[in-house]
């Protein structure tokens, strides 16, 4: 999609909120967004202000094969299951821009699983070096963030026609906090600094602790 298109997709859902939101104060939706996807209740307690909350999913599971040098390959084996739980509440900065809202909330995990396994059938050929898929071993590595999630964002809504149906377009940053790293290991991993290595490795994460937000989400207002 280019720029411009962008652009005007934003602009359109910019100019078309329906100034009786209050005659339909409930929508219910789907979501999909960059957290996943997912199901969303909103409720507007005035013309201003909002409350939405959002149940969202991701799962992701699939073995890649990553060549190295010496027809030799490792093996990637990501396990992503997460769900999130996020409430906000939105307001109108702009009397007379009801269609735009500034959102912030909270969002808490109830799963978060992020970690991958890799190993070797072939060895593995590193520095000049080959490493046989016994001395290998296994290496499962995983990464989990803070439970709790502050979030700060905008958000547009567009009504289509005149419909019940709302199309909604939110755009923001989490903050996940820092991040703790876990490895297990067999081979010959054992024999290096690796454990103390990963300590470093989370001192040099404490920069990337924001995850950004787009979602988009359909509604039907009741």
């Excluded at 990553?66 to 702009?94: K, N």
């Excluded at 803070?146 to 964002?153: A, C, D, F, K």
């Amino acid at each position: 999609m280019k720029i411009r298109h962008l652009f005007f997709f934003f602009l359109w859902v910019y100019g078309g909120y329906a100034q009786d939101s209050l005659s339909r104060r409930w929508e219910v939706g789907a979501v999909v967004s960059t957290s996943g996807r997912g199901a969303q209740v909103v409720y507007h307690i005035s013309p201003r202000w909002n409350i939405q909350t959002t149940f969202q999913t991701l799962r992701h599971n699939q073995t890649y094969t990553i060549p190295l040098p010496g027809s030799t390959s490792l093996q990637a084996e990501p396990q992503i299951l997460t769900r999130f739980w996020t409430i906000q509440m939105g307001i109108a900065p702009f009397a007379n821009r009801p269609n735009f809202r500034v959102l912030a909330g909270v969002s808490g995990a109830l799963r978060q699983q992020y970690q991958a396994r890799f190993s070797t059938e072939t060895g593995v050929a590193l520095g000049g070096a080959t490493i046989s898929a016994a001395d290998f071993g296994i290496v499962e590595a995983g990464i989990r963030w803070n439970t709790w999630r502050p979030y700060l964002g905008v958000g547009w809504r567009k009504v289509l026609g005149k419909s019940r149906l709302s199309l909604r377009t939110d755009l923001g940053v989490y903050y996940l906090g820092s991040p703790q790293l876990s490895v297990a290991y067999e081979g010959f991993l054992e024999t290096t600094n690796l454990s103390e290595d990963i300590r470093v490795v989370e001192q040099n994460m404490k920069n990337y602790s924001f995850y950004p937000h787009l979602g988009l989400s359909v509604t039907y207002g009741f």
